[in-house]
């Protein structure tokens, strides 16, 4: 809760510096973080960008419904062992649908914010839009899957490996522990951290990568080069006058901008 507070409390600064030439264009970032507190994705949809509603709505319910269908299917079952697997996965897609959920507020907050001050990303004709939720998302379910979302194969195979490494290393760590119970565990909690290092890794470089991808699409900077560099000048015109004439030196700094 005390998060939660922090969160519209930044909300709340955002919303004082908020200052946006044209009032048409203007939102509030405190109501669009709080549309989006109230329901996944509706501070996108007051953003007026419906897109990215639906992905932070689709994934944050989609996830919470998953979790609820397999921890009631986890209760019902009359195996021990299914019902710690399925209460484990039903706590990590309740993870993910918390986590988006909370994303989705931030971003809300942060896009009011910068269609205020920079106008909202428009993208040049025939560009596919590449979504971070969407990207967060796939990588998060399997450690690469929002690499090869993104067109990195190569990222994405060796997130892939890591994963596959350390998801067999939890298995033969479990069952080393008939042998040493102490030992057992301890292997597998130091593959559990590569496995959750991996996954944390691969979700943050998803994210972060279509967020660049689709600013610099919508924004690309001019390719706007500056040099400064000495000059020094020979003037040859006093030779002229007469013998006696010396020709004079000029220094200074020369100054080009090419763009």
């Known amino acids: 809760m005390k998060k939660t507070f922090l969160i519209l409390g930044l909300l709340l600064a955002m919303e004082g510096s908020a200052m946006p030439a044209d009032s048409v264009k203007h939102r509030s970032p405190f109501l669009a973080g709080t549309f989006s507190y109230l329901c996944p994705g509706a501070g996108q949809f007051y953003n007026k960008e419906k897109e990215k509603g639906w992905e932070y709505l689709g994934v944050t ?75 967060g998302t796939l990588s998060a379910l399997l450690p690469g899957g929002g690499q090869f979302y993104l ?26 522990t008939d042998q040493s119970y102490l030992g057992g565990y301890m292997a597998f909690t130091v593959w559990e951290c590569l496995w959750l290092g991996n996954t944390i890794w691969s979700v943050v470089d998803g994210v972060k990568t279509a967020n660049a991808r689709n600013l610099a699409a919508a924004r690309p900077k001019e390719d706007v080069r500056v040099q400064l560099a000495p000059a020094l000048e020979l003037n040859k015109a006093p030779l002229a006058l007469g013998a006696n004439a010396s020709p004079t030196f000029s220094a200074g700094l020369r100054l080009a901008v090419t763009f």
């Open 61 to 135: 319910a989609g996830s919470l419904v998953a979790a609820g269908m397999v921890m009631n299917w986890a209760e019902n079952t009359p195996d021990d062992g299914d019902w710690a697997m399925g209460l484990l996965a039903g706590g990590y897609l309740i993870g993910i649908g918390a986590t988006t959920w909370v994303a989705g507020i931030v971003d809300a907050g942060r896009s009011a914010w910068k269609i205020n001050h920079e106008g909202p990303l428009v993208y040049p004709e025939g560009y596919q839009r590449k979504s971070p939720v969407i990207a």
């Open 151 to 176: 067109g990195k194969t190569e990222q994405g195979v060796r997130h892939l490996m890591i994963f596959a490494a350390s998801a067999y290393g939890m298995i033969a760590s479990l069952m080393m």
